[in-house]
């Protein structure tokens, strides 16, 4: 699909043409077409800019400027370490999502139509002054009519609309990007932006943000010092949540005086200790933990708000992620290299040897790192960037663990200017591994382990059968490497004596079965003597046989 000529995707090329030829290289935007577009917006002065590289705080600024689409873009991108250097990383992880209120009166619209009643009739009150605003939407606070204090969210009216164009021009822009750089070939942006289309669509519907907040409130309960507030039943639509309301401070604004109140190393252990919680045991965990999306409440507890961005793995993901986490903790560089080199998707560029040195030596690195350089979400950031060089493209699960985990290196050290990082994933992932593998043998998964050994023993019989049939009607096949002719002939002639001795006993023991109901006066055992001693020439020869499996399989092959 090519680029579209309508007046409002143009409009909509513009801001990306002017991010790609600020930021980027003027030559791809010419080459995409859209340098028509860029002059409709800036006229020709654009072209005569000679700041085609500003400063990465710039960009974010600029995407600020451009809209919530482009704020979500900004954050998705910043998880990218395999796409942008660490600079406009670390940026626009800061990446703020504050904008200007809308008016209080599409406030009572929206919350109206949504929710089927009126203000006043489902609020005792409703302050007309946001808590905050941001791209998508703002916060009120309100008490409802049997007294709890709530916090309202509530969407902005032209967000979906704004969002759906802006994401049908990034499709467009992605596609000719895959088709015409090397980049685009390297790291697909059609599938980035599925990923971050599927993303934001939910972050704009706020049941499923409802949804998030019962499901992290329940797996979270076990640990006292943390919060999430719950929804309110019956006053979630798509476009408005209701969820408890928590007093408290955001942890980019604590003065010192707060500071010397708290216990914040035990703060600050027990939110990484949830969060591997959340990633090793639960697959489901809060993927935007930065300061400001966390609060201290108070009696002294940290809140977990704004869960419209959160991330799901599977059991093998977990298994991976944590067997990484440990690797780097323990400062295993080898180890470290192997995992991720299992978990990415090898590119016609793959370089194995590249990898593998380059996650080396960035793990040694790390491991004789002083303590207040240590950052493990960077770590795992630069290793998916090292992947990338080399032609390894990482999963978006690692990318996203990075970003969690290098906000959560700011918010530990906001909480405990010494808190022990690494200390605190070693300490905590190897007893949730403890816990995950007791977990694995659980009654559920010891039956399902029971059911397949009995379908195994089950289809054993039939397979031996047709192994032998297709033995004596001279079908067997058996594909291998020849390297010592000899060997293979003395291994060739086992096989053929192991299989006629078989074959033997089982005669045995059909001919012992049929005699067995001759009735002789010559017995042993009380039972016909013909039929038992083919039975016991039978079992005599299947002990044999066994025996010289066993002792031959045993001894070490020479060369």
Avoid: C
Avoid at 121 to 136: I, V, Y
């Amino acid at each position: 699909m090519g680029l579209s000529a309508s007046p409002d995707r143009l409009k909509r090329y513009a801001g990306l043409a002017r991010l790609l030829y600020k930021h980027g290289n003027g030559d791809l935007v010419r080459r995409a077409g859209l340098d028509e577009a860029l002059l409709d917006e800036q006229g020709d002065a654009a072209h005569d800019s000679t700041d085609r590289h500003p400063a990465a705080e710039e960009l974010a600024g600029d995407l600020e400027r451009l809209g919530p689409a482009y704020i979500k873009l900004g954050q998705l991108l910043s998880t990218r370490a395999d796409l942008l250097p660490p600079a406009y990383l670390e940026a626009l992880t800061r990446l703020q999502d504050k904008v200007e209120p809308f008016s209080f009166a599409d406030v009572e619209t929206i919350v109206e139509e949504e929710l089927g009643f009126r203000i006043s009739k489902g609020f005792e009150s409703f302050e007309s002054t946001p808590l905050a605003a941001a791209s998508l939407g703002q916060v009120h606070r309100a008490v409802l009519r049997d007294g709890r204090r709530v916090a309202v969210k509530v969407q902005r009216p032209d967000a979906r609309r704004q969002v759906a164009g802006d994401l049908d021009a990034f499709g467009d822009i992605a596609e000719f990007l895959d088709r015409h750089t090397d980049a685009g070939r390297r790291v697909s942006f059609s599938e980035v932006l599925a990923e971050f289309r599927a993303t934001l669509l939910d972050e704009l519907d706020y049941r499923r943000e409802a949804q998030n907040l019962s499901v992290m409130r329940e797996n979270l309960a076990r640990f006292p010092r943390l919060i999430v507030p719950a929804p309110i039943e019956g006053y979630t639509s798509g476009r408005v949540l209701t969820m408890e309301y928590v007093a408290g401070y955001k942890l980019t604004a604590l003065n010192p005086v707060v500071r010397l109140d708290i216990d914040g190393e035990a703060l600050a252990d027990e939110l990484f200790r949830a969060y591997l919680r959340q990633i090793i045991i639960d697959g489901f965990f809060h993927a935007d933990p930065h300061p400001g999306n966390i609060q201290l409440t108070e009696d002294g507890r940290l809140a977990l708000l704004d869960l419209g961005m959160v991330s799901r793995l599977s059991q093998s993901r977990q298994e991976d992620l944590l067997k990484l986490l440990l690797a780097v903790a323990e400062g295993n560089g080898e180890q470290a290299a192997q995992i991720a080199i299992g978990i990415g998707q090898h590119m016609p560029a793959f370089n194995r040897d590249g990898v593998e040195k380059a996650v080396a030596d960035l793990v040694t690195r790390y491991r004789n790192a002083r303590l207040e350089d240590v950052q493990a979400g960077a770590v795992v950031m630069r290793i998916s960037a090292i992947a990338g060089e080399h032609g390894l493209r990482m999963p978006s699960d690692l990318s996203m663990l990075g970003k969690t985990l290098l906000n959560l290196d700011e918010v530990g050290r906001t909480l405990a200017p010494d808190f022990d990082v690494q200390g605190a994933i070693r300490r905590h992932a190897a007893e949730l591994m403890q816990e995950r593998m007791r977990g694995s043998l659980s009654p559920s998964n010891v039956l399902a382990a029971a059911l397949e050994m009995k379908q195994f023993v089950e289809a054993l019989p039939s397979r031996v059968n047709r192994v032998l049939d297709a033995a004596a009607n001279n079908e067997l096949k058996l594909k291998m490497e020849v390297i010592d002719e000899g060997a293979i002939i003395d291994g060739f002639q086992k096989i053929a004596n192991r299989v006629t001795l078989g074959l033997i006993v089982a005669a045995l023991i059909v001919g012992a079965a049929m005699l067995m109901q001759i009735d002789t006066t010559f017995r042993i055992f009380g039972y016909p003597g013909l039929a038992m001693l083919f039975f016991l020439i039978a079992v005599g020869g299947g002990m044999w046989l066994a025996y010289s499996i066993i002792s031959s399989d045993r001894k070490p092959r020479r060369g």
